[in-house]
């Protein structure tokens, strides 16, 4: 890699908190620990989280679980209550459940999302959605979500939990004001094998954590994995989030990625 791009990647590094050392029995302490404070700082009850069927949303809600377990022990109230956001029927829903299995919430409520979604779009698509329809009306899937949640957080006085990390941080791989709305993200500075790493050290099943990502937001092509989108492997931009050599071209496009993402993770901009 060149010293350019050396000098761009520690930049990033940086800024999205990624460390040079791992430990997941340190990282599910601090980010539990996490959690909770954030409860007793706030005074909020609860935290909301949509589970989808993927290891993110399986790590970050057995540790919001595990958080709320601990104010109560702690003598304070606090329950976690997840999400089921289908578009209709979802087709991987025995893998959304077996993540319901291993974070054991203390409530779980569904929430058909596909009326809202299409009435929005059937609302909006005499402005013409153009050759992209379909990933359009992906991005509506995402936002009405997170309506969702803070809906129910807002009726709980909740906080509401996001599952973004470092791997989908640099690459912009999230909704903006969908799934990249959120109160606090918990996953942050972990990439995809270290979010697997602490999933399997909490004791998800392989199927959870070694299920193929898939923000699955499209339904003309469903299930489309996330690596066929972003154009690199996760682990291609896991070695390059913790300082390895990467390959150039992969690099490259990691780099310019994240240039372009960049409004993603920023505040809006203000005069």
Do not use: W
């Amino acid at each position: 890699m060149s010293d350019e791009r050396r000098y761009l990647q520690e930049l990033i590094i940086a800024e999205l908190g990624v460390s040079p050392s791992f430990d997941p029995d340190t990282e599910i302490e601090r980010r539990v620990e996490f959690l909770a404070d954030r409860l007793r700082l706030t005074g909020a009850t609860s935290y909301v989280l949509a589970i989808s069927g993927g290891v993110d949303s399986a790590v970050g809600g057995r540790l919001s679980q595990l958080a709320v377990e601990r104010i109560r022990a702690e003598g304070g109230q606090a329950t976690f209550v997840a999400m089921r956001l289908p578009y209709g029927v979802q087709a991987d829903e025995d893998d959304a459940q077996r993540s319901l299995e291993f974070i054991k919430p203390d409530e779980t409520l569904v929430v058909n999302i596909k009326p809202a979604t299409d009435a929005m779009v059937d609302s909006v698509r005499h402005s013409g959605l153009g050759d992209r329809e379909d990933f359009h009306i992906g991005n509506v899937k995402a936002r009405q979500r997170m309506i969702a949640q803070y809906v129910v957080a807002g009726a709980r006085g909740g906080l509401v939990v996001g599952t973004d990390h470092a791997a989908e941080a640099v690459m912009g791989f999230f909704t903006k004001y969908g799934d990249g709305a959120c109160d606090l993200t918990p996953l942050s500075g972990l990439t995809k094998r270290r979010v697997r790493d602490v999933g399997a050290r909490l004791g998800a099943a392989p199927e959870i954590t070694g299920k193929v990502p898939t923000a699955d937001l499209e339904t003309n092509n469903p299930g489309l994995p996330d690596e066929a989108v972003l154009g690199v492997t996760y682990d291609e931009i896991d070695d390059f989030l913790e300082g390895r050599e990467i390959d150039e071209k992969a690099a490259a496009t990691i780099i310019a990625t994240h240039r372009r993402t960049a409004h993603k993770r920023a505040l809006p901009i203000a005069v």
